[in-house]
Each structure stands twice: as structure tokens, then as C-alpha cells.
């Protein structure tokens, strides 16, 4: 069984650009998470998917945005990247249901320069 | 943002020893989660604990569920090199959500 898939594994970006991250959940996970991780910082929870929906939102500012496509695949967006927005970015997918946890991918890498 | 607060930080220990962190947080959790982070990789999953009360063992591993529902701990037996790592927490809110929180994390470092 393929794990979660992560794409780009290393993006760089200038400053004011957009980037766009993607990710491919386990088969047959409908719930997809996003976490910012910092370089040796915890993860901070940016954004929940489930069924094609938003279902929570972490504290962060809205040029961070996402969406689920009908095949449950996610991509999140950031939109005037900042120098502090450089991260490793986790996709996280989950099997709707109790009793199921998050399985996280590699994820990617973004540098702003 | 929002964080669970984890102990210790971070920790050098000597192969062989035992090792013990802690997670707490101020809302109570219907599920607490204990993963392992090796360098540029995300986490992976080490034990799940769903009940007030559990403890739960995953070889030389072991986590309870603490019984206020507000912390968690995980042991680590006989620690080897491999140990090495970042180990995270994480808790699930109530029901209604099945939204995870993440601890700060505490960096092992292993002496062989």
C-alpha cells in the first residue's frame, strides 16, 4: 500500500511568489491535515480536509489556502510568500472513522530567498 | 499557534538508559498520540492511546493516557542509538473534531 505522497520534496521560492504544495493520501483516507514545521520547531496545524470540505483552520493568515479534490487528493497554497514562511509543510491523511490516526508524508521543503 | 507543552525539550542520555517525557495541555483530549521524527522525514506513529487510564506498550515503548485526560507519557526502556530523534506528542479535542494538536517535541540524543 502506498503511503501519503508529497510533491514537490524541495521547492524554492522568492519573496511576494506563490507556492503550491501537493499531496496524494493513503487509498481510502478522506481526511487530509497540513502542518508547518519550522526548521527544529514543532508542528504547527495550518489546515483539515474531509470530504471535499474545510473543517478547521489553524492561526494563520488567509494567503495560506488550500482545497480537497474529489479524489481526496489536497494541495495548499501561500500565496506573497514571506522569509518566515520557509518550512518543511507535512500533509497528514486520516481513514474517516474512530480509532483511525493521521499518517504522515516525507514532506516538502519550501525556501523563500 | 497552538501547541501542547512537552518535557523536556531535548536530552542526552547513555545507551542502556531509560528515558521518560511528558505532555500536558490545558483542554482535555479524547485521544493522545506519541510519534518519532527521524531528520527530513515527517512523523511516524508509536503507540495511540483512546482511554483515560491506558497504558500501552509497543516494544521497549510504553504511554499512558493520564487519567485527567490533560497529559500523557511515554517511557522508553533500555535506550539504543536508533533512539535517536525528535519524539512528538499530539492530542485530538473532544468529539465533535477529529482535529490533532501537536506537542513542542523533545530531541534524544543517545551516547553509545
Known amino acids: 500500500e502506498a503511503g501519503v505522497t508529497q510533491s514537490p520534496t524541495h521547492l524554492i521560492k522568492t519573496r511576494g511568489q506563490q507556492a503550491t504544495l501537493r499531496c496524494s493520501p493513503i487509498?481510502?483516507?478522506?481526511?487530509v491535515y497540513w502542518y508547518q514545521q519550522a526548521l527544529g520547531l514543532g508542528l504547527q496545524f495550518l489546515l483539515w480536509?474531509?470530504?471535499?470540505?474545510?473543517?478547521n483552520r489553524g492561526n494563520f493568515p488567509p494567503r495560506f489556502s488550500g482545497r480537497q479534490f474529489p479524489n481526496y487528493s489536497s494541495e495548499l497554497n501561500v500565496n506573497a510568500l514571506e522569509l518566515e514562511d520557509s518550512a518543511l509543510y507535512l500533509c497528514?491523511?486520516?481513514?474517516?472513522?474512530?480509532?483511525?490516526?493521521?499518517?504522515f508524508g516525507s514532506g516538502t521543503r519550501l525556501t523563500v530567498v | 499557534g497552538q501547541q501542547l507543552n512537552q518535557s523536556p525539550q531535548s536530552m542526552f542520555i547513555q545507551e542502556g538508559e531509560d528515558v521518560s517525557m511528558n505532555c500536558t495541555s490545558s483542554?482535555?483530549?479524547?485521544?493522545w498520540l506519541w510519534y518519532k521524527q527521524d531528520p527530513g522525514e515527517g512523523p511516524v506513529l508509536l503507540i495511540a492511546?483512546?482511554?483515560?487510564?491506558e497504558l500501552t506498550s509497543n516494544g521497549r515503548l510504553t504511554a499512558q493516557f493520564g487519567i485527567t485526560r490533560k497529559d500523557s507519557f511515554l517511557n522508553i526502556s533500555a535506550s539504543i542509538p536508533s533512539d535517536v530523534g525528535i519524539y512528538f506528542c499530539?492530542?485530538?479535542?473532544?468529539?465533535?473534531?477529529?482535529?490533532?494538536?501537536f506537542g513542542t517535541g523533545t530531541r534524544l540524543k543517545v551516547l553509545a
Open positions: 497528514a491523511s486520516r481513514q474517516t472513522g474512530t480509532g483511525s490516526v493521521p499518517t
Open positions: 487509498s481510502g483516507h478522506t481526511s
Open positions: 480536509y474531509d470530504e471535499g470540505e474545510e473543517r
Open positions: 483542554s482535555i483530549f479524547n485521544t
Open positions: 492511546l483512546y482511554k483515560a487510564g
Open positions: 499530539a492530542g485530538q479535542f473532544t468529539s465533535g473534531t477529529y482535529k490533532y494538536i
